[in-house]
């Protein structure tokens, strides 16, 4: 571990401990202000779950998931807990990614029902045009229609969806929102999904929470609520820092 790890205890950082030896683990927030350390914390908190719950863990094959947001800051952390293969850290795209990219016939499923959405919205917008609206308008939103009536044909037959930078539903890629919005469909929708994650990483910490949109957060609480999963969430954040306003 890094000298980070190694600093003396702050009082939260006895708190963050206490709670991790509880049985079960509980989850906890961290709150503080720019400059205090949170990510000091962050790390002194993943080097105590492993000294604690490392033995257990490696036994079971199961791993404690850092999510932050940016890849220069995943890498930071990384180097911070010496690659240890017992820790997965990644953004929140990517970490979900990991996760639903096996359920290939759930995401077929997901795409065809967000273009529904998407076509609805448009041929909602169409029914409400006022005499403002522009023919090129009009004429995009058209166009916009058939674009979706294709690619739905088009990925009913995609056998691998993947990851990439804009979304090409037709080609079987999936954007940054797609894959925010697919990981929370599944772990709302899915039981088995819930399971699943909560017996992969029962130790989930949350890097800057402040910016993790809400309905993630909202799903990630929904794999605890689950009867059976035992799962600790930390948050580690602070609102005066946020950065992304969705």
């Not at 890094?2 to 006895?14: G, M």
């Not at 997965?88 to 759930?106: A, E, M, R």
């Not at 990630?220 to 059976?228: N, S």
């Amino acid at each position: 571990m890094s000298t980070r790890s190694k600093k003396p205890d702050t009082k939260a950082d006895i708190q963050v401990t206490s709670c991790l030896r509880e049985t079960p683990p509980r989850s906890f927030t961290m709150v503080a202000g720019a400059g205090s350390g949170k990510t000091t914390s962050l790390i002194k908190g993943i080097s105590s779950c492993i000294n604690i719950h490392g033995e257990k863990l490696r036994k079971q094959r199961k791993r404690i998931a850092c999510i932050t947001y940016t890849e220069i800051a995943a890498k930071e952390i990384w180097m911070d807990v010496d690659n240890n293969p017992l820790v997965h850290i990644s953004t929140i795209h990517s970490f979900l990614w990991l996760l639903v990219k096996p359920f290939q016939s759930d995401i077929r499923s997901w795409v065809n029902i967000r273009i529904s959405q998407m076509e609805d919205e448009i041929r909602d917008r169409q029914c409400n045009y006022s005499k403002r609206i522009s023919p090129q308008t009009r004429i995009k939103d058209t166009l916009d229609l058939q674009k979706l009536h294709q690619d739905k044909i088009a990925s009913s037959s995609i056998k691998n969806f993947r990851y990439g930078t804009g979304r090409d539903y037709a080609r079987g890629v999936l954007g940054h929102d797609d894959i925010l919005k697919l990981g929370v469909y599944l772990i709302k929708e899915r039981q088995l999904f819930r399971i699943l994650i909560s017996k992969q990483f029962p130790f989930i910490f949350i890097d800057e929470s402040q910016d993790t949109a809400p309905d993630v957060i909202e799903a990630l609480k929904a794999i605890q609520e689950e009867p059976g999963a035992t799962i600790c969430l930390g948050f580690f954040g602070d609102p005066m820092q946020k950065i992304y306003p969705g």
